[in-house]
């Protein structure tokens, strides 16, 4: 059995918002494993587990770059602290990553780091730049994702802040356009219809409903009450699903400035078309070291307070 420590709650605290204790049982019965532990959470709690998934949980900045080539680029790149993403050095950096994507088009991570890039005497490539960089400022730094667009379709970008990035490729208005991405920034899509969810997604969702009914039938008999058919089960469980589906696709989403609008109407009223978006939200997925600073203490007093005793074994 995986010990379950203060900062495990904490971090599945952060992702659900879930009750302390909730979480600590969740853990316990997930033997740690935070993925399964949010799945029963979720079982028991329904959407009130899920509000807090997408809370930022590193720290780094998105960028957008646009080039004369015609081509433009979004990128996160990661540090350790909120201090260094607001360093000028660290924001030059990420810049020039930006610029270098939308005009070589690198193929990963590796390949980025790779081409060439000179700044604050660091070089000749953006890897020597990065490493510089670590040295001088004292903070591990990575470049984390990109994605270059240069399909032909018009593109409306929305940085809030340097935390959310979206970019839309789009045909027809403008204004409408932005408007859809400044949507994608406060509403967080994972897709843009219900046809482009995730099988994978789409199946972990469906279970969780599943466990839900069971849960449920199992508490109608433990009361006496009679068990719902199996046909309705089935039924509220795919109602379970095409309501989560709703919710996550965005042309399904109400539209955050008039929610008596879909997106997917405001877009037809405007004449225009989103075929894709790519929103980057910073940490997202990842997990921000959570020490256990009560536990570290009194480890360290306690380090302390045997100091003496050592000394005097040592000496006998």
């Given at each position: 059995?995986?010990?379950?420590t203060a900062g495990m709650v904490a971090q599945l605290r952060a992702r659900t918002d879930a009750p302390m204790m909730e979480c600590k049982r969740a853990l316990t019965e997930a033997d740690g494993d935070l993925d399964k532990a949010e799945d029963l959470l979720r079982v028991r709690l329904g959407n009130k587990a899920g509000k807090a998934a997408s809370r930022v949980t590193a720290e780094g900045v998105v960028a957008y770059f646009t080039g004369g080539n015609g081509a433009s680029a979004l990128i996160e790149v990661n540090c350790e602290t909120d201090f260094v993403s607001k360093n000028d050095?660290?924001?030059a950096m990420v810049n020039a990553a930006a610029a270098l994507v939308a005009a070589h088009d690198p193929a990963d991570v590796a390949a980025l780091g790779a081409l060439p890039c000179s700044l604050e005497g660091f070089g000749p490539t953006l890897e020597d730049v990065r490493k510089g960089l670590i040295g001088k400022i004292g903070e591990n730094m990575s470049f984390r994702r990109f994605r270059r667009f240069a399909s032909g379709h018009k593109l409306a970008s929305y940085l809030h802040g340097t935390r959310i990035g979206v970019?839309?490729?789009?045909?027809?208005d403008e204004t409408?356009?932005?408007?859809?991405?400044?949507?994608?920034?406060?509403?967080?899509p994972v897709a843009l219809s219900a046809q482009?969810?995730?099988a994978e997604l789409v199946a972990r969702e469906r279970a969780i409903a599943a466990a839900k009914a069971a849960e449920d039938a199992e508490t109608a008999k433990a009361a006496g009450k009679s068990v719902q058919s199996e046909e309705i089960v089935a039924k509220r469980i795919e109602g379970s699903v095409q309501k989560f589906l709703k919710e996550v696709?965005?042309?399904q989403q109400p539209f955050v400035k008039n929610d008596k609008l879909s997106v997917e109407a405001m877009l037809r009223a405007a004449a225009t078309t989103v075929h894709a978006f790519t929103l980057y939200?910073?940490?997202?997925g990842m997990e921000k070291r959570c020490d256990d600073f009560a536990a570290e203490v009194a480890a360290q007093v306690a380090a302390r307070q045997s100091e003496p005793s050592a000394a005097v074994a040592?000496?006998?």
């Open positions: 059995m995986a010990a379950i050095s660290f924001l970019v839309v490729e789009y045909d027809g409408a356009a932005r408007d859809a991405a400044m949507h994608i920034a406060a509403m967080k482009d969810v995730s696709s965005l042309l939200v910073v940490g997202e040592a000496s006998q």
